[in-house]
Every structure is written in structure tokens, then in C-alpha cells.
């Protein structure tokens, strides 16, 4: 089962991830920009992804993804912990990070520096 420090270790491997607090839950972002905000209850995880990401992981595992409530119009997927792998999750949090990363950092994350 994921747990909340699984999540902080994998959010903060990404380059210049940072841990902050959003709502006074923890938080991470890259420079200003949030890519990741855990539930007040610790199950749950908003994550940044697009509109067609969020339907194709809501539609394809809905025991997992969900888009919907204070989420719905924003650019968030929540990812329910305890139905999670940590190897799906780390990718779910790239690439969130990825789009909110600056450009720049992508490209030498890409580039595997």
C-alpha cells in the first residue's frame, strides 16, 4: 500500500520538487507551480494531468481515478492511495511534474541529467 511518506519520496526524487503545505495538507511543487496535494484524510491524491488523462484513468480503472467535486475544474485527477502501486504512482507523479516542470528542466530530465 502507498502511504503518504511513499508519495513524499517519490515527489521529491523529481528535480527541484519541493514539499510545501496547501490547505494545511502537504504539497509539491516545482518552482511555484503545485503538481501534487495530498486529501485532508491522507487517502487520497490530487494530481496535476491533463483533460485527456484524467478521462482515460478515470474511465479505464474508476476503483482508482476520480475526477470530480472541488477537482472537476481543476486540472486535477485524484488518485485513491490504497489501490495504487508505488511503479504507477511515481509515473502518474512524473508526469504531473512534467507539466508543471519549466521547459528547460524537462529537457535535462529527458536528457537524463
Known sequence: MVTVETVR???LALPQAEEALSSGTPAWKV???LFA???????????KASK?????????EPDKYTV????????MVVVRLAKVEP??????????WRSSAPRRLVKLFDAGQ
Open 87 to 96: 511503479p504507477e504512482l511515481r509515473e502518474v507523479l512524473t508526469q504531473a
Open 31 to 33: 518552482g511555484r507551480r
Open 68 to 75: 470530480g467535486g472541488e477537482q472537476a475544474g481543476a486540472r
Open 52 to 60: 485527456p488523462a484524467r478521462a482515460a484513468l478515470s474511465t479505464a
Open 9 to 11: 519520496t517519490l515527489a
Open 37 to 47: 496535494h495530498l486529501s485532508a484524510d491522507g487517502e487520497s491524491l490530487a494530481v
